[in-house]
């Protein structure tokens, strides 16, 4: 017994400090932008909601999250048809240099993205298209699709592929059987994946960086120049509706799917 | 297309010569058989025999490599599988989950295009077959293991398909439930007619809801014939030892007359009828004695034994008691100590013997079938 008492105390303690050290960067930020002073710091001087009502009425700071916004919806929205075929056909048929592509899905963990960055730069640059928002959310597609992919591949290859063979015995023709039984049954996977593609979108700062100038800078750019300014207090309450973005995007997707798909797919 | 009206019996499926090699294997070996319409046919085999393969290309999910298979009197080797009117229940159902079970049953109908005001009154009527009417609503996960294969059933059969496959979907079930599921199949097959070829590995079911059982082995069809049939004259040894348990006593062929003949086992004579009349022992060569558990009588002394045609000296190696019977393990001194598998269903008095026992056995040589080895 006393042994089994002590396992789960030390187990404890290492759970405890885990979920501290992870979420004492938004209770910081939380806390600073609960502030009543005209500073930043944690914890706050007394209690205000102030810093909040400066960022709505920050013009600047509005644009710039709205301008975040098109960027992810642009990425989502290219992501999800190139996803979604990318994702079943990996999943489901003997595609040629499977493994060189399973590699490539590793890529956007090893490869710098400053190095990807400064490659869509120049594509981009070349193409003359720089200086808009659109190319952005491409970038962010482009660099982000191996996490689509992977959402639509799981949620494939747990499908029972006699599935398929139903539906084609129920009188279902290639089409059919593609829109009314393999399209719904991996739409777990297309919902998570394009949650996942608009947070990471939104998010998106290093890439943002290189593609965007002065006039069309987005939520983690403006962020990132104020600081370099001064650093003041609506800058918190700011990160603190991105943090609520990405809770959202989580309810939703419980709601809709269920977390255990992402549970599952560790 | 080939024409098959003229014979007496309707022939809903023909299957001839076909052939199917994967990367150099062949899954089934140049496979014929006939069915015809309405008949419940089983084919049985252990796995890799090359019996799922077989009813996959019925079903027309791969194409086989060599043969033709007719059904209707339609050659359908060019027909993809969605515009062939068969209906299958998957060995793990694939009902689609997303669906209630209602939509699962409406799918082939809609697929297939029927009148859509005539469709929620054809699926009611199916769900009604298979006992599930009110359950439509439900979604598949919330029905339970028999209730899900009840909706598999009736998505197979609501559009009135000329065939029925059936690809092991109880193998899955506890042993209640599937011999329940065993006599509902069996009970909606006649109530239909419909043709219906079932595949199994366990010799049960094929003997309790067939009419006819096919046993395949490496990819070859080892018999087809009716269940009591296949059951009491196997064709050959393969059948004999898969179906039911089987003892085999191997020895030298002394004689062979018309369908009789005579083993040599160490220094017994067993006479038995010949097994398999197109490859029959011959003097001199090696073959088995073929015998059935159940056909071999036990006793404690050889003296209530008499009027059978062999009775050997035995000890009991050992006794397992399934309750409606007891299996004993029977050493005989005089067949170099080989042991048999012996039944006894009605122990006198309710009597066990023990293991170290001394008993008595004792069979009919028209119940022994020699093969040839």
């Known amino acids: 017994m006393i042994t089994s008492t002590s396992k789960s105390v030390i187990l404890w303690g290492f759970v405890s400090i885990a ?22 710091t944690f914890p706050p001087e007394g209690l205000s909601l102030k810093w909040y009502a400066a960022i709505l009425r920050a013009t600047d700071l509005r644009d710039a999250f709205l301008r975040s916004v098109f960027v992810s919806a642009v990425c989502t929205i290219v992501a999800i048809p190139a996803g979604t075929f990318a994702g079943i056909a990996l999943a489901k048929y003997a595609v040629r240099f499977e493994k060189a592509i399973q590699v490539y899905l590793l890529l956007p963990f090893t490869i710098p993205l400053i190095g990807s960055g400064i490659g869509l730069m120049l594509i981009f640059g070349n193409a003359g298209v720089l200086g808009q928002l659109w190319p952005v959310g491409i970038a962010c597609c482009v660099i982000n699709l191996p996490f689509m992919i992977w959402a639509v591949t799981a949620s494939a290859a747990s499908l029972d592929p006699d599935l398929e063979l139903a539906a084609a015995n129920c009188g279902a023709g290639p089409l059919q059987t593609f829109l009314y039984v393999t399209l719904p049954a991996v739409t777990p996977g297309i919902i998570s994946g394009s ?8 998010n998106e700062f290093l890439v943002s960086l290189l593609l965007v100038d ?6 983690p750019v403006q962020i990132y120049n104020s600081i370099r300014s001064i650093i003041t207090p609506d800058l918190a309450a700011i990160s603190v509706v991105f943090i609520a973005c990405a809770v959202a995007a989580i309810f939703l997707l419980d709601r809709l799917v269920g977390l255990d798909i992402f549970l599952k797919s560790k | 297309m080939q024409d098959v009206t003229g014979s007496a019996s309707p022939i809903a499926v023909s299957v001839r010569d076909v052939g199917m090699v994967y990367d150099g294997f062949h899954a089934v070996k140049s496979a014929s058989f006939d069915l015809p319409a309405g008949k419940f046919l089983t084919i049985l085999g252990p796995s890799g025999s090359g019996k799922t393969t077989l009813l996959r290309l019925i079903a027309g999910f791969q194409a086989p490599t060599s043969g033709e298979i007719v059904i209707n009197g339609k050659a359908v080797s060019a027909v993809p599988a969605h515009q062939r009117s068969i209906g299958m229940v998957f060995q793990k159902l694939a009902l689609f989950p997303h669906m209630t079970a209602a939509e699962n049953v409406a799918f082939p109908l809609k697929m297939r295009r029927q009148d859509a005001r005539t469709i929620p009154e054809r699926v009611e009527r199916y769900l009604d077959l298979v006992k599930l009417g009110g359950y439509g609503g439900r979604r598949i996960h919330e029905l339970s293991g028999g209730q899900q294969q009840r909706v598999a059933i009736a998505r197979a059969l609501v559009f009135e398909p000329d065939l029925l496959l059936l690809d092991e979907p109880l193998a899955a079930l506890d042993r209640k439930l599937r011999e329940e599921m065993q006599l509902e199949f069996r009970r909606i097959q006649r109530e239909l007619g419909v043709t219906t070829i079932n595949v199994t590995h366990d010799q049960r079911e094929a003997l309790v809801v067939s009419d006819e059982i096919i046993v395949m082995d490496a990819g070859e069809i080892q018999q087809k014939a009716q269940p009591t049939r296949t059951y009491r004259n196997p064709q050959n040894a393969f059948v004999a030892n898969f179906i039911g348990v089987t003892n085999f006593i ?10 009789n003949a005579v083993l040599a086992h160490s220094a017994v004579e067993i006479p038995g009828i010949v097994g398999d009349e197109r490859n029959p022992p011959r003097a001199g060569g090696q073959a088995s004695g073929a015998i059935r558990a159940e056909q071999i009588r036990i006793a404690a002394n050889a003296r209530s034994l008499s009027g059978l045609d062999i009775v050997l000296e035995g000890s009991i190696r050992d006794a397992i008691f399934e309750g409606e019977r007891i299996v004993y393990e029977v050493c005989v001194p005089a067949l170099a100590g080989e042991a048999l598998r012996v039944f006894d269903h009605d122990p006198v008095d309710h009597v066990q013997f023990e293991p170290g026992a001394a008993v008595s056995i004792g069979w009919n040589s028209r119940d022994v079938l020699v093969f040839n080895n």
């Open chain 1, 214 to 219: 002065a006039r069309i800078v987005t939520l």
């Open chain 1, 195 to 202: 949650l996942l593609m608009f947070i990471l979108a939104l």
């Open chain 1, 19 to 40: 979920l501290i050290v992870l979420s004492a960067p938004t209770i910081v930020v939380l806390g600073s932008s609960l502030t009543a002073g005209n500073m930043i």
């Open chain 2, 250 to 259: 191997s020895g030298a062929v002394r004689s062979v007359a018309g369908s």
